[in-house]
Structure formats: structure tokens, C-alpha cells
């Protein structure tokens, strides 16, 4: 029989909308009003924008169940990377050549990267989306999850008004506030925005060369290295110390070769001491990467290791490359955020850190994972399996 585990707990993460009331909204906004005008915004401008925002319901159902935390691996990446995502690449890498040479010169970043974000942040800017950038913005900074952080987010935008980059009734983007064709948050914009085209405006909306400059503006102030990849798949020795794999565990690509661990075709990795980790995004029935420093530069865009993963074999395949040499096992259970939350509550019981129970399986919480995997004689891989699941009564 199932425990009824952190019930209040769960119950407060996952409240809806509905529970914040107008009068609470509006509270919440006249003091969101007081910073941003004691921060420098004209008061003209921060009355004008917050006098036409409103609490957004969906909003905070899609931040509650975001599909980088809730979907498999091999859903997310044949969605992420699809055939069609992969094919407009190539056409768009063709089209867009000269910018996209232009924007390695100045930044260097490889065009296969700048396109493969364009490509899954708006599908090649086919879909900004649709929602109103302060309304959303709004709505998270008066939701206590991440208040602080939205609060910031939101005077970045008016701040964008301000400046006139775009007119505040063409202000759409992203249920999180993320705009243009490559979907940067306000604060994101204001810092790394440029003007590539020379007309005088920071357009992310309508300028593909103000977007692709200013994405490998980012990527450059991020650390991106040019002398090295993102990672690649790898295989891994039939006797392959899992407990070696995990987001703290990095060891040069040295360490790996003796390890035993080859490139696709079964080449030795390269002998270079550049620092590298193992991810096992499906656990150890899928594929395996090794993954290099421009990795955390591309988790820099986007926290979610799957985001990261999607965005390196989507470069790869625009620029060539095939599909992956093992595919993601298509029956690895889909977990909810409430049974997220309830594996580590029951891991952190057990004596397995988690860290904060927050709904995410994030690397805490599969280093939790593969500790009780050792503990119980299991592979750990850090993956919650059937079997794992099973053992810990979660469903």
C-alpha cells in the first residue's frame, strides 16, 4: 500500500491559480510598480504596462509541468530532434550561410549550434508564441515559487517598452516570458541583445540577423570554447563501473580511454586531458555521452540536461551526422511531478540527500537514486526504472 507521502507539501506546490485572488494580484503589483520606478523605469511606462497585465492561470499550470522534467528521454528527443527540425536545418544552414559564418568570425560559435537553438526554441521561427510577455511575467513574479527571480524578469521588460524595441501590444512570447526567435528572457535581451543588421533596433521578433548575432553574443559571454564540441555518444565497456557516470564526476577524456569507453564506431575516445562526464539520460539500457565544459555553456541557456543533449545532436545532425547510435528504451515510465516529489521524499527518508523536494529530477536527485541503487545491489545508473520505482513503493 502506497504512503500518502508530504500530502501538505504536495497539495501547496501544486495549487492552482485560481487561489490567488484579485485583490492579492493587485497588491502585489503596486509594490512590483514601487521597485521598478525606484530602479530607474519611468513611472509613465511601468503604469502604462502593469495597467494592462492579468493573472494568467495557464501560466502557472505550464510552469508546474514543464516537459523537461516530465517526459522520457526518448519522447523529448524525438520530438526535440525530429526529421522535419533536422531537414530545415540543412535548407536554413544553406540560406543563412553567409550570417551564420559572420556570427562564428565574431563569436565562435559553429552555425549548427546557433541553428539548433533557433530550431528549438521556435522551430526556426515559425511559433514565437502567443502568450503577453508582462501578463506571463506578472503572474510568475505574484507566484511564490520563483518570485524574486520573475519580479527582476518583469522590470527587465518594461525596461524593453522603455527602449522601444518592440511595441508593448506585439510584446508575445513564451508561457515563461521568453521572446523572439530565440527566445530570450528580458533580462537576457537587455544585456546581450545586439543590433547586427544597422538599422539602429535590437529586433529579435523580425531581424534573423539581429537574433543569430545575439544568440552567439550569449553563448560567447557564457564561455563557449571554440576549440571543442559539445560531447558525443559513447559506448561503454560490457563491465562498465556505472557509479563512475553523474553530473559531479568529471574525469579527463584520459581517464575514460582507460576505462574502457570508445566513440561509436569503437575508437578509443581521444587522448586530451579536457574534462568530460558521463550522462545516461535513459539509464543504462540507452545511449551514453560524454559531455564537455560547452555543455554547461548550452545548460547556461536552458538548465535542463535533455534541453542540452536535444540542442548538441540537433547541431550534429545539421551538420551531418546521423541518428543516435543507441536509442532511448521507449518504456521507461513517464513520472509525474507529484510522484517525482514523492521518490524523493522517500529517498530522503531512506538517508539518500535528494535535496529539496521540489518535483525535479535534477542531479541531486539521481545521485540519491544511485546511491540506494548500491545500497540495494542494483546498476546505478541513476535512473528511476520500473524496478526502482517498484522497490520504493512509488506506483
Same mark, same amino acid.
Given at each position: ?16 491559480? @485560481? ?32 495597467? $494592462? ?38 535548407? #536554413?544552414? $544553406? ?41 506571463? #511575467? ?23 517598452? /522603455? ?49 543569430? @548575432? ?37 574525469? %579527463? ?17 581521444? /587522448? ?14 540507452? %545511449? ?55 521518490? $524523493? ?42 524496478? #526502482? ?7
Amino acid at each position: 500500500m502506497k504512503k500518502p507521502v508530504l500530502a501538505t507539501t504536495l497539495t501547496i506546490a501544486l495549487l492552482p491559480a @485560481l487561489a490567488f485572488a484579485a485583490p492579492d494580484f493587485a497588491d502585489c503589483l503596486d509594490g512590483i510598480r514601487d521597485r521598478a520606478v525606484e530602479e530607474g523605469v519611468k513611472p509613465e511606462v511601468t503604469d502604462r504596462v502593469l495597467a $494592462q497585465v492579468e493573472f494568467l492561470d495557464r501560466v502557472i499550470e505550464l510552469d508546474r509541468r514543464q516537459p523537461e522534467f516530465t517526459t522520457p528521454f526518448a519522447g523529448y528527443l524525438a520530438r526535440s530532434v525530429s526529421p522535419q527540425r533536422v531537414e530545415k536545418g540543412r535548407e #536554413l544552414l $544553406q540560406t543563412h550561410r553567409a550570417l551564420l559564418e559572420r556570427v562564428q568570425r565574431e563569436t565562435g560559435v559553429p552555425p549548427a549550434y546557433l541553428l539548433a537553438f533557433w530550431g528549438l526554441e521556435t522551430n526556426y521561427g515559425s511559433y514565437f508564441g502567443g502568450t503577453a510577455v508582462p501578463s506571463a #511575467l506578472a503572474t510568475l513574479a505574484c507566484d511564490p515559487r520563483r518570485s524574486e527571480f520573475f519580479t527582476g524578469e518583469l522590470i527587465a521588460a518594461l525596461r524593453i517598452v /522603455e527602449e522601444d524595441a518592440i511595441p508593448l501590444e506585439r510584446m508575445q512570447g513564451s508561457w515563461a516570458g521568453a521572446m523572439g526567435h530565440v527566445q530570450f528572457m528580458p533580462s537576457v535581451f537587455l544585456r546581450h541583445a545586439v543590433d547586427a543588421d544597422g538599422d539602429g533596433r535590437r529586433d529579435l521578433w523580425n531581424s534573423v540577423p539581429d537574433a543569430m @548575432l545575439s544568440a552567439g553574443s550569449f553563448l560567447q559571454d557564457l564561455g563557449w570554447n571554440t576549440g571543442y564540441r559539445w560531447g558525443r555518444e559513447v559506448l561503454l565497456p560490457k563491465d562498465f563501473d556505472f557509479a563512475a557516470a553523474g553530473q559531479s564526476l568529471r574525469r %579527463p577524456l584520459t581517464d575514460w580511454r582507460r576505462l574502457g569507453v570508445t566513440d561509436v564506431s569503437g575508437r578509443p575516445v581521444a /587522448e586530451l586531458e579536457l574534462p568530460a562526464r558521463l550522462l545516461l539520460p535513459a539509464g543504462h539500457r540507452g %545511449p551514453a555521452f560524454l559531455v564537455y565544459p560547452n555543455f554547461n555553456v548550452i545548460l547556461g541557456w536552458n538548465r535542463s540536461e535533455y534541453y542540452a543533449l536535444a540542442v548538441g545532436h540537433l547541431a550534429d545532425r545539421i551538420a551531418g551526422a546521423g541518428p543516435l547510435h543507441t536509442r532511448p528504451p521507449s518504456d521507461a515510465p513517464r513520472l509525474s511531478r507529484e510522484e517525482v516529489m514523492q521518490l $524523493q521524499a522517500t529517498l530522503n527518508e531512506r538517508g539518500f540527500d535528494s535535496g529539496e523536494v521540489d518535483g525535479i529530477l535534477g542531479p541531486a536527485t539521481r545521485s540519491a537514486i544511485r546511491g540506494y541503487q548500491m545500497s540495494e545491489g542494483m546498476i546505478p545508473d541513476g535512473f528511476p526504472d520500473r524496478n #526502482l520505482l517498484t522497490r520504493l513503493d512509488i506506483r
